[in-house]
Structure formats: structure tokens, C-alpha cells
């Protein structure tokens, strides 16, 4: 889980690195978001397992206290910011049953900052998710399964 956290955040700052170098307003406020698919190839079990990845691209007005995706940003203009969030979709077959997993990473869009990361995993055994947040000083972390 650490690792592919990882790999994430570095492939979100590199798209984010290339990005500033654009006129960020007009590309990433468009209305539209950025989808990029790919094939994959995951270690589990002990052997190679194939499947597919969605990376998700899209701004999004955030909740400085509640850290979710505000509906109605204008009930509460103070209280909200701007983010890039990033989410990757990785679904993956191993033997019998599927995984599926996405990796969340949000950043403020005024200077790529870290708000939020999260992890969630689903598969026949269960399932379980991960969050960090960060704050001034800190990072909360919460595990649940």
C-alpha cells in the first residue's frame, strides 16, 4: 500500500510540475476532467495478475474543515478551497475474485500543497481504507478494516 502510495504522489506531482507550466485557471477549470487508461501488471499472490487502471484528473471546491468536496460552494465561500484531486482506479482479477482499489491524492490548486490522501481496497477477504490528512505541523492518519 506505502509503495503504491508512493508511486502515486510522484506521478501527481510530475503531472502537476507540467501543468504550471500552462495557464492552470484555463486548462483545469474548464468543467471538463483529464482521463488516462492504462494496462497494468500487479504482483499478488506470488504471480503476475493483469488488469486495467483509470487515472482521473479534475478540480474540485473543497472543505477546508470537513476535508470532503463541497456541493453548494457558496453556502460557505470562507470555508472553502481550491483543489486538484487525482484519483487512480486500479481493477485486477487473482484467480477466482477481483481487487479493486483507488488511491485518492488532493492538493491546493493555488500551490500544490498536500489537504488529503486516501487509499481504499475491496476484495472478497474484505475491505479497507486509509486517510491522511494535513494540517499545519501534522499529518492525521486513520486505518479502518
Known sequence: ????????????????????????????????????????TVSRYGQPRTGRAVAIYVTEPFSKSKRVKVDDPTK????????????LVRDFQTGIY???????????????SPVKTSFSSAEWCGHVFEEQTFHPGRIHDSQFS
Open 1 to 40: 500500500m506505502k509503495t503504491l502510495r508512493k508511486s502515486f504522489v510522484m506521478l501527481f506531482a510530475l503531472h502537476s510540475s507540467l501543468c504550471a507550466a500552462t495557464d492552470f485557471e484555463t486548462y483545469w477549470h474548464d468543467g471538463k476532467a483529464e482521463l488516462n487508461g492504462y494496462r497494468l
Open 76 to 87: 460557505n465561500p470562507g470555508g472553502v478551497e481550491d483543489v486538484l484531486k487525482l484519483n
Open 98 to 112: 477481483d481487487y479493486n482499489t483507488m488511491v485518492s491524492v488532493f492538493v491546493r490548486s493555488a500551490d500544490f
